[in-house]
C-alpha cells in the first residue's frame, strides 16, 4: 500500500484520499523545471500540488492551480494550506478546456494523464490519474497556447513514444521545442520519462539533457542526487 503522504524538507503531501500518489518522475520534473523569479505560473492538472509547491519552494512566483477531481482539489488545497507558501498558491477546482482566465501566464507546467484507450480500472480517481479521455494532447496543446504569453514557457512530462505524438500536435499550432529531459531508470536503460520544454519563438538550439535514477548499487545517481537534494529528506 502507497504511503498516505510523501515528506519533503520543506512540505508535506498528503495524498490518502487521491489516485495521483507522488512518483520519482514526477519529483523529477518538479526540479528539472525552473520557475521564474517574478511572474505567474499555471500548473494544469495539480494533482494533489505536488509541482506548484516545488515551484513555490524555489521562486517567489503566484501559481494558479487546475485540478479537474474533486478529492484531489481537496487534497491540493489542503496541501497548499500547510504548507510555508499559502499565499503563492491557489487551487481552482475546473478543467483546461472550461478554465477562463483575465491574464495570459509565464509558465505553463503539467504532467498530463498518458494511457489512451486502455482498460479503465476500478478506481475512479486512479482512473482520472493515468486515463487521457479527461485531457487529450489536441486540448491540452490547444489550451496551453491559449493562455501562455508570447514569450512564454510551456513545460509537459509524458512517456516517450506518447512524447513523440504530442510534439507532433503541438508544432503543428506553432509551438517549437526548446528543451528535452529524458528520464531512464539506470544507466543505458530506455527512456521512461521525457519532459519537453515548448515555446511559441523561435528556437536556435534544442537543450537537452540525459539522466538516470539509480546506479548499479541501487543508490541515485550523481545527476539525480543533484537536482533533487533540495527536497528529498534524506539526500
Not at 528539472?32 to 521562486?59: E, H, K, N
Not at 475512479?124 to 490547444?142: C, G, I, P, R, W
Request: overall charge negative; proline content about 3%.
Amino acid at each position: 500500500m502507497a504511503n498516505t503522504y510523501f515528506q519533503f524538507k520543506q512540505f508535506l503531501i498528503e495524498q490518502g484520499n487521491v489516485g495521483m500518489k507522488v512518483t520519482t518522475d514526477g519529483c523529477y520534473f518538479g526540479a528539472v523545471f525552473r520557475p521564474y523569479s517574478t511572474g505567474r505560473i499555471l500548473d494544469i492538472g495539480a494533482g494533489t500540488g505536488l509541482l506548484s509547491l516545488m515551484a513555490a519552494q524555489r521562486a517567489e512566483v503566484n501559481i494558479d492551480a487546475l485540478e479537474l477531481n474533486a478529492d484531489a482539489y481537496n487534497q491540493a488545497k489542503a496541501n497548499f494550506n500547510s504548507s510555508p507558501w499559502p499565499e503563492q498558491l491557489s487551487i481552482i477546482h475546473t478543467s483546461l478546456q472550461e478554465f477562463q482566465a483575465a491574464i495570459t501566464y509565464d509558465q505553463i507546467i503539467c504532467n498530463p494523464p498518458f494511457f489512451v484507450n486502455s482498460q479503465a480500472g476500478q478506481s475512479k480517481n486512479k482512473n482520472q490519474a493515468v486515463h487521457a479521455e479527461t485531457l487529450s494532447m489536441e486540448d491540452l496543446a490547444f489550451h496551453a497556447s491559449r493562455l501562455l504569453k508570447e514569450d512564454g514557457e510551456f513545460w509537459v512530462m509524458y512517456p516517450a513514444a506518447e512524447m513523440e505524438q504530442f510534439i507532433s500536435k503541438a508544432e503543428s499550432i506553432g509551438f517549437k521545442v526548446s528543451e528535452k529531459h529524458m528520464l531512464r531508470n539506470k544507466e543505458g536503460g530506455p527512456v521512461f520519462r521525457l519532459i519537453v520544454q515548448f515555446r511559441k519563438v523561435e528556437v536556435n538550439l534544442i537543450n537537452t539533457t540525459d539522466v538516470f535514477i539509480k546506479e548499479s548499487d541501487g543508490s541515485y545517481s550523481r545527476a539525480f542526487t543533484a537536482l533533487l537534494k533540495d527536497f528529498y529528506l534524506h539526500l
